[in-house]
T-cell receptor, first 110, second 116 residues
Framework: GQQVMQIPQYQHVQEGEDFTTYCNSS?????IQWYKQRPGGHPVFLIQ?????EVKKQKRLTFQFGEAKKNSSLHITATQTTDVGTYFC??????????FGKGITLSVRP | DTAVSQTPKYLVTQMGNDKSIKCEQN?????MYWYKQDSKKFLKIMFS???????INETVPNRFSPKSPDKAHLNLHINSLELGDSAVYFC???????????????FGEGSRLTVL
């Protein structure tokens, strides 16, 4: 279907460790977006990936779109307590419909 | 200036009551959305409007009625509230139209509805 899968739903890391999470689809994605939601906050757009194999960096965050455009990854280098939150990937569909994955909630032990 | 603002931020009400949530965006976007986020943080689209026209209606019970008086406003009215309606409701807007491509979504701060 038109879903994107994010597994697991929770991950705990020690501050300073790297963190990687994945977003998978059974069908080809036209593009993928990533959002971050801090505890008690609202989702905030991070990035959009459009091209096959595309890699984009934002400071310690690296986003990648798979060659087949069926998966995407988010990698955080040397996590900090400010990285805490839920990270969602989302796929676009007809009528500007954005369908979100279930998200992964990251906690960071200081 | 808040780009997407929704009111109220909190609603606590009894089962069977009717409530409304209002949303306004000052970004000049054409498309507005309502999303429901449950206790497991799953974000599920409910409705979208493009230039006041209903585009997406995701099999939401007809107790939920969105209204868009103009493209900067999208309100949500809920009749006969049920316990399962308890959630955070997010309004969002984007520059996307009816084509598949959409720009980023800008979310409001959310309205937490608790039905007792």
């Amino acid at each position: 279907g038109q879903q994107v899968m994010q597994i697991p739903q929770y991950q705990h890391v020690q501050e300073g460790e790297d963190f990687t999470t994945y977003c998978n689809s059974s069908t080809t994605l036209s593009n993928i977006q990533w959002y971050k939601q801090r505890p008690g906050g609202h989702p905030v757009f991070l990035i959009q990936l459009v091209k096959s194999g595309e890699v984009k960096k934002q400071k310690r965050l690296t986003f990648q779109f798979g060659e087949a455009k069926k998966n995407s990854s988010l990698h955080i280098t040397a996590t900090q307590t400010t990285d805490v939150g839920t990270y969602f990937c989302a796929r676009t569909g007809a009528n500007s419909k954005l369908t979100f994955g279930k998200g992964i909630t990251l906690s960071v032990r200081p | 200036d808040t780009a997407v603002s929704q009111t109220p931020k909190y609603l606590v009400t009894q089962m069977g009551n009717d409530k409304s949530i209002k949303c306004e965006q000052n970004l000049g976007h054409d498309t507005m959305y309502w999303y429901k986020q449950d206790s497991k943080k799953f974000l599920k689209i409910m409705f979208s409007y493009n230039n006041k026209e209903l585009i997406i209606n995701e099999t939401v019970p007809n107790r939920f009625s969105p209204k868009s008086p103009d493209k900067a406003h999208l309100n949500l009215h809920i009749n006969s509230l049920e316990l399962g309606d308890s959630a955070v409701y997010f309004c969002a807007s984007s520059q996307g139209g009816v084509a598949e491509y959409t720009g980023e979504l800008f979310f409001g701060e959310g309205s937490r509805l608790t039905v007792l």
